[in-house]
Each structure stands twice: as C-alpha cells, then as structure tokens.
C-alpha cells in the first residue's frame, strides 16, 4: 500500500535519482539546506509562517515501506545496493525553525535542515509541499483577522480547496491566524478546531415553503440555530424569522442568527438588521458568506456594515488573489563549506543563517536582520532548534498556544503592514558578515 | 481513526445538521442534484472535466465509522436516533455523468446525483471538492498541451501543490489531458503515470566542480542522463557537456537532454542549441522549466524556440491565473417536482437535464444544448449513467484510454478555442422547454 498522505515517495523523481548518485559516490557529509521565501508576492505586506507541525511528523515518520521499495525496484531506474540503502534510510537530522504563527518576510529562512546530504535532499518536495500552503493560508488568514476587527470568521472553504488535505490544512492554518474555525467536520477531530454550520438553500427548496423549513431546521438543531434567509426573498424571508421566533422560543429555541448568502451583502444586511431589531431580535446576529475577501471586509469595516460574522471559503483556501507564493529548499552549505547558486534571477544568500528581529519601545517591530548563524546579535533570534537527530526537542505546542502566538505576532506588526499597505515596505538588512560571505565565495567560484 | 483522504468527516458541518433535519422530518424522498460550472473564469474558453472516478470510490465507500460516530456524539449535537441513522447510511443512488476528459461550458451540468435525499445531501462538499480541482487542473493543462503541440509536457508541480491530494490530483488530470507524465513519484504506484525526473541545482553544488557533477550523475543513472546546465552559466556548462559527452558515450552513457531552469529560457535554448550542434549532439534535447504556462508556452511556439520538452509546476499545479472556477451541486427535483434557486445572481435551471452537442461534418463541435431530460433530442447526449443503486455499471476506463478520449475532445474543439481565445464564446443554448419550466415554477412559487 502507498499511503497517499504518508508515503515517502511524495517526493520529485530527481531526488531518488540524485540519491542514487550521492549514495554511489559517498557524499553523505552534512548539508545544510534552508526553506525562505524568494520575494512575497505583490499583493502581500508580510508572510505567517506556519505547517511546521505537519513538517515534523513527516521527518519522523520518513521510511522506506516494502511496498514501496518493490515498485521502485520495478521501475529498473535504481541498483539493488541503492535499495538497500533506501530500506534502512531514516531521517537523523537536526532541525531549526521559526516558530508557527511568526511574521516573516522575503529572504528569511524560516527553518534550516541540517542532515546527512541525502537524507536533507530526499525531504524537499514534502517539505516545500507542506511549509508553502499552510502559510499562504495562514497569510491570508491573518489579513482578513486584521480587516475585520471584533467580527466572527470562519473557514467555509473545504469545497473549492485544492483536494482533503488542502482544505484540512486551510482549517488549520485560518485558526491558528485567528478565525474562530471552521465549516470542515474533519478538522474537530484532527486537529481540535471548534466546528460551525448553518443551514443550505437546498434545505429551503426541499420544503414547500420556508417557514417549514425554518421550523424543522430549528426543531431539528435547537442549540445552533442559523437560518439561511436568501433563498427567495431576503427581506420577506427576514420577517418570517421575526414571525417564527416567539413560537421556537416558547420551545426553548433560540435563534442565534440568520445568513445572507447572495446580492448585494452591505445591503440586505441594513435592510435585515432593521427588520429584526424593529422585531424585537436585536440580539439576532447578522452572518455573511459568498465570495468574501479581506478587500471586502475591509470596506465593510469602513462602512460599518451591520454584519457580525462571516464564512469564507474559495478565496481563502485557495488565497485567490495570490495562489502560491515564490519560495525555495536550497543548499546553503556542504561539508562544512558554503554554497551558493548563483542562476539569474534566483541566486540564494549563503551558510546557515539566523534572522534577527528588533523591536520599538512600544513593542512594534521595527526591522529584521538576516545574518550568519555565528554572527551573533543582542535582538530576538527567530530560528530555533526544534529537532535534534531526528527526535523533537520538545512536544508540539498546542493549536490553541500557537494562535495566542500568532495574534501576538500580528498586533506587533507596524501599523501600515496591520492596514494591508505595502508602503512603506518592512525593512529586511542583509548584514555585512552574509554579504562578505557571499563575495568571498562569488570570488572564488570558478 | 479519522481517515484524512477518505473520512465521511469531509464535509462541512451544516450537511450533518440538514441531515439531521431530513431525518427527524423524515424528508428522505429521492432528490436530484447536478453539480455545473456557474460560469467560466474570464481566462479560460473552455473545461475538461475530471474527477469522476475519485467521486465514484468516494461513493461506494461512504460509510460512518465507529472514531466518526463517537466524535460527532463527543459534540452533544445530534441524537442518538440520528447517530443510529448514521450508522447504517451507505450510498445507494444513481449518477449520470460526463466522461472524464470531455469538454464543456458553463450552465451544463457534468455530474446529476439521484438519490434519498440525505444521502444526495451528505455528499455534497467532498463530490464539489473532487469534481473543481481536477476539472481545474484538466481544464489548464490542456490549455498547455494546446499552446505547444508536439512538445513533452511534464507536471512538476508537486512542491507548490496545495497538499499532497492536490499534488497527485494534478499529475492524474495533466497527463489525463495530455501531458507525458509527472515528477510526483507517488503517482507512479497510485495511477499508474509516467514519471520522470533530471537532477536539482543541490546535486551540481554539493560537488566542487560541475564535470564532476555532471559525470557522477551519469554514472549513477545511465539510463536518463538529462544534465541540468544553469547553476553557474549556462552556456559554459554546456560546453562541458560537449566535452563530457564521448567520455561517457564510450561507457555506455547516453546523455538525453538538457535542462535549462533560469534566465531568459528561449536566449539561453538558441545559444545552447547552437553549442550542441557544434558539438555533434543534434540527438540532444533541450528541456525547459522554471515558470511555465500556456501563454509562455504559446509565444516559444510562434518563435520557434529550440526547446523539445517542459516541466510546468505552479502554475499548472495552483491553476494560477484561475485558481477556482464558479461551480455548484445544486438541489434541482425533489419527490418528483422541479425544484429552482432564485438567489441575486445564483438562479438555476431547474429540473433533471441533458446536454446534448451537435458537430459539423469536419467533426468539430457546433454547439450544445441544455435541456430537460425528457426532452430528447438527436444530437449526442453528454450525460451517461454511471452508477445504480450505489453501483457502478461498469469498470472504471483505463487512464490510457480516459487520455486517448481527451485528445479527441480537444482535436474537436472549434479553431478559436484551440488557440485560447475567448471569442467568439462557444454556444450553449438553453431550450425551450428548459425556460418553460422555470417560467411555470417563478409563476407557481411564492
């Protein structure tokens, strides 16, 4: 069996390939290897670093299955010593990192892998696959918590995630930044994220007419009571919910609120909002979905729009406005030696490094410094070891500590970066000790 | 245990509590569902629809297990009545569908459900979650394979995938559409595609010179010698591969190919071509990556570009100038009556539906037409029974043949779509008898 979530083979075929050629030629020396962000895209002030949990489990969990070393001795490619190679092969590596929930930007490595060459290549693909998502969603995440201040988000993105494990990951990621969770059942038993749903209009249409099917969902549902109210009419469907809600109170049911989920959202919320406050529902909350954004909710918050809560799916778990993000695994040092890729346009920092972060009086940020590891600063040094060997240096914090973390992070953040602008942009200083490192390798390469 | 990939968890929240409506109100007459594209993302004239075998599996497997029922009663918000239900649900409905690999437009249902309605409920958000991103990724690779014919298309997009569902999700729907393979080793075991692989910037660095590199690769791999050749400078590499070359001839070691994954690729590909030719390696490939998609693709084709072979990654993987398309499962009969959303801007077409396609006598595709499915006509009908009483009615086709079967459809697309151009827009007619009913239900409804 290859265990789709699980299996080593999630991997590029060049790594076993190169493998294959460090294996036959002995070069297992440490390398170091580390994952930053080329440059953040254009539409983001700032990164949320996040996955690292996900990451650690992979490494301890990295092994070779029989199932999986006899197709890949059917594929001819690889020699029977390399195989048996591949079949004790476990990762021993150390591991420093970022914590989740940081604030980071372009250039900084956020975690650095230090492990014998093969075992620091064969973990690229999954390892990019896993840090790159659940921080671009985090990222977004973190943008819409800063858009809406005091207003209730929750994830409802699983449908248009890019598979289970994308929209999973989306669950994670948008808690961890400060929604208050998420649409996706699955995500309440793995990860402990609070679950929250409402109603369909298929619910609606599968009455005859609304009010029964307001009726039946309360009755059915009595402790979360959410009415969808746009299926026909959203004003007329608003004073049915004033009409019914004497009746589900003598029951014991209380509405907790209604969505609107098409037209005009602003709108609708105004006209509704009235409704049910000159109903009495003043404590009726006002929830929103479809094709919210933090662009959205921005001008919502401006404009205070009566809504008090919001689902947000395709555009944040697929971060729409910007899907991926220009990030890299590189080799920064072997046997002991630096390296640098000098390609155009891609060419990488050298040595294990450390980012430095220094901060104003009033706890603001105030900028970052990326510098060699030995070149040892008074300022707060955002890497640290997380795994040493193989074995975690400590057990994983919880979900709940890392988004107490995170909107630490996010209220030290300069006020232009809490507001989305990207002007001015936040100042990264590549410190002399890295830039004498890199001339003295340019110099001498070649 | 939660199953990440196969859990009837993945769904959201408020299909379980509708579910627990239906079921107290004993609302469990059959329903009829279609999912459909809303309308297409403005840069894109066309999709391939993909999906249906993962929808299909997801189907024949629904099932609560005894971890999912003790979690939801863990919650206190369903019943044990309703948890009883759980436990004996199974899917037993019928599905029409699209085959894999066909090509359709918005407002053309590629997916009908007919089932009780809890269970044509249930699996909504996971059916939606299988059906947009493989139809996404078809959709965008064959925009590729359109834009450079006669070229070896490869997904590398694995790293920048959102997950690793979706990584391997994209491998099956690009080759499915046209690609020769993928990098994503997993996919190998799991679906039976190609993969391929050259060597990373790592293997050239962690050597202290690059004929070092490039000789330990071979040695290590003589079966598909492809030499990446930008780590330093790309035209002197190339050079060395000129000099390498009989070396490694006179072993035994072909070298196949080229890579090329940074700078102005088409320069970098005309000087390298140049320098291989001299050299007397006409037999040599070159192969291109770093940045890849359709439009890239396209302009190299017009300009004649010496490359033979890409790996397009993020963009292919993230379809990332569309990262979703506008697509609903939507409730559309209910106990035998034609059932209609009205929503602002979300209205459907009600009613159980076919779509058939008229072709020219060049074979190429004239038109469609949605319809009520009683209304039938000549042309060819798009939607076929695929699954009875939770029954497949046959064999799932073979990837080969689901490939085969896509290069049709796309050999049959009209000339402005197999050049990506948007106008003038396919025409998918809505019949007569179709805005006749809707016409009868706005009347009859409210």
Redesign the interface.
């Known amino acids: 069996m290859?265990d789709?979530?699980r299996?080593v083979?999630?991997?590029?075929?060049?790594?076993?390939?190169?493998l294959?050629?460090?294996v036959?030629?002995g070069?297992e020396d440490t390398?170091v290897?580390e994952f930053f962000a080329r440059k953040l895209p254009e539409q983001r002030g700032f990164l949320v670093a996040a996955g690292l949990e996900q990451v650690l489990q992979f490494l301890e969990d990295l092994h070779f299955t029989a199932?999986?070393l006899e197709?890949l001795a059917s594929?001819?490619?690889f020699s029977g010593d390399f195989l048996d190679h591949l079949k004790a092969l476990r990762f021993r590596g150390d591991v420093h990192a970022m914590a989740e929930g940081t604030v980071f930007f372009g250039d900084e490595p956020i975690l650095r892998v230090t492990a014998p060459?093969p075992q620091a290549?064969l973990v690229?693909?999954?390892l990019?696959?896993?840090l790159?998502?659940q921080t671009?969603i985090a990222s977004k995440a973190a943008r819409c918590v800063l858009a809406a201040p005091g207003k209730f988000l929750v994830d409802?993105g699983?449908?248009?995630?890019?598979?289970?494990?994308?929209?999973?990951?989306a669950a994670r990621a948008s808690y961890l930044a400060g929604f208050a969770g998420t649409?996706?059942?699955?995500a309440?038993?793995?990860f402990g994220i609070p679950?929250?749903?409402?109603?369909?209009?298929?619910?609606v249409?599968?009455?005859d007419?609304e009010e029964t099917a307001f009726a039946?969902?309360a009755?059915?549902?009595p402790?979360?009571v959410v009415l969808l109210i746009?299926?026909?009419?959203t004003e007329a469907a608003a004073r049915k919910v004033v009409m019914l809600e004497p009746r589900l109170r003598q029951r014991g049911i209380i509405v907790k609120g209604v969505r609107i989920?098409?037209?005009d959202l602003a709108e609708h919320a105004r006209k509704v909002r009235r409704i049910l406050d000159q109903g009495g529902l003043r404590e009726v909350t006002i929830f929103a979905s479809s094709s919210i954004d933090e662009y959205l909710l921005r001008e919502y918050a401006d404009r205070r729009v009566p809504i008090d809560g919001y689902g947000i799916g395709?555009h944040l778990d697929?971060?729409?406005d910007a899907?991926?993000f220009d990030c890299a695994y590189?080799?920064q040092e072997?046997a002991g030696r630096p390296?640098?890729?000098?390609?155009?346009?891609?060419a990488t920092w050298p040595g294990r490094k450390q980012v430095y972060r220094r901060y104003g009086s009033d706890g603001v940020m105030l900028n970052d410094v990326v510098t060699a590891e030995h070149d040892v600063h008074e300022d707060r040094p955002l890497l640290q070891a997380v795994m040493r060997d193989g074995r975690r240096l400590s057990p994983p914090p919880s979900l709940a500590a890392i988004r107490e973390y995170a909107a630490q992070e996010l209220a030290s953040l300069p006020q232009a970066l809490r507001e989305l602008r990207r002007e001015p942009p936040y100042p990264v200083l590549i410190s002399e000790a890295l830039r004498n490192l890199a001339d003295s390798l340019d110099a001498r390469?070649?």
């Open positions: 290859i789709p979530t299996s083979l999630l991997t590029d075929l060049y790594q076993l390939t190169m294959q050629g460090y036959q030629q070069l390398a290897f199932a999986e197709w594929t001819g490619k060459l290549q690229e693909s999954r990019i696959n896993l790159h998502f671009l409802f699983f449908r248009r995630a890019h598979g289970a494990e994308a929209g999973l990951a649409s996706t059942v699955a309440g038993p793995l679950t929250f749903g409402t109603m369909a209009h298929s619910f249409q599968a009455h007419d039946d969902f009755a059915a549902n402790q979360a746009d299926t026909y009419d989920d098409s037209g395709t697929t971060s729409s899907p991926y590189k080799l072997y390296r640098r890729k000098r390609s155009e346009g891609k390469q070649q």
